[in-house]
């Protein structure tokens, strides 16, 4: 009888723990680069009644039995993240990016001179995002509404025609608009002063110079692909840290791999909103079914106290 109402109660757990997650979906339906979340149940561990046994065709012995067992409930084994890139939402603002594909930003703090070592990236200090609400600091620098650096390539070499090459081989460094990639073999530096601003589909920044109108690049913006998205940790707001789990990141411009750079776009949150309500109803009636499972339960032990009377 009280073996009932634990099992009841662990599922009344599990529906509460699944409910969180879907308000949580329901509550960032509009939230930009939001991944939607499930709670996934297991049945909870088995007591044996019988121990099941191998059968013996010998003469004189009996043949195999079959384990019996009762379980005590559900309980919520993990909960998993739906990585999805999510629609489009078109702003027409330059400043505003979103990767129409499965790679993130990378963004954080000021780091030492010399830049981050894409090697060393999950030790950096470094998070990753999904979300492309950029801005230009007071100090030129390209950074996010939180006031994340945005990295990337910053360094190249030009022909002297305007045509920039941007080194990716080196060390990420935070992307400044106001320093152009010198237009000469040295890539020395050009100091601008920012006008207006470009974000190509493969992350490379143009900026026009206000005094002397000309284009000049600035840099390239980095993306990282993670082995197995499943093993990064969300932190508040979108950045993402590099979970023990999470595997191989690589670090590169843009590819077919990573997907596109799309300025003017900023991605949507990929919770199905007619999903979740039809998971929040089932997720209802399961937690109903479990208090009705108690209320008899109660109702049972009622009638075998009323026995002496």
């Known amino acids: 009888m009280i073996r009932s109402m634990q099992s009841a109660i662990a599922g009344l757990k599990s529906h509460q723990t699944k409910m969180d997650v879907i308000g949580n979906n329901i509550a960032n339906v509009n939230t930009w680069g ?53 629609t489009q939402s078109y702003t027409g603002r330059a400043f505003d990016c979103m990767i129409d594909g499965p790679a993130f930003f990378i963004v954080g703090p000021m ?48 022909d002297g025609q305007g045509n920039i090459t941007v080194d990716t081989t080196t060390n990420l460094e935070p992307i400044r608009l106001n320093i152009g990639i010198g237009d ?37 913006i980095a993306l990282a692909t993670v082995e197995n998205v499943g093993g990064l940790e969300q932190d508040s707001g979108y950045l993402y840290g590099i979970g023990d789990n999470a595997g191989a990141v690589d670090i590169g411009p843009q590819t077919k791999a990573t997907g596109r750079v799309l300025s003017g776009y900023l991605e949507m949150s990929n919770v199905d909103l007619a999903t979740e ?4 109803i089932t997720t209802q009636r399961g937690y109903q079914a479990n208090t009705r499972m108690i209320t008899v339960s109660d109702q049972m032990l009622e009638e075998l106290v009323n026995m002496k009377r």
């Open 34 to 86: 939001y991944k939607s979340k499930a709670a996934n149940f297991a049945d909870a561990m088995y007591q044996n009644y019988i121990t099941g046994a191998a059968g013996n065709a010998t003469v004189g012995n009996l043949g195999g039995i079959n384990a019996s067992q009762i379980g005590y409930g559900a309980n919520v084994s993990s909960i998993s993240a739906n990585y999805e890139t999510g």
């Open 111 to 158: 780091q030492v001179a010399g830049g981050v070592d894409p090697d060393a990236i999950a030790n950096s200090g470094l998070s990753l995002s999904r979300v492309g609400v950029f801005d230009m600091d007071s100090n030129g620098y390209l950074v996010d509404n939180q006031g994340n650096y945005v990295y990337g390539y910053t360094t190249g070499t030009g």
């Open 184 to 220: 000469d073999a040295t890539g020395t530096p050009t100091q601008l002063t920012y006008s207006s601003m470009t974000i190509g589909t493969d992350g490379i920044i143009t900026v026009v110079d206000k005094e002397t109108n000309q284009a000049y690049v600035v840099g390239q």
């Open 277 to 280: 309500m039809s998971y929040m």
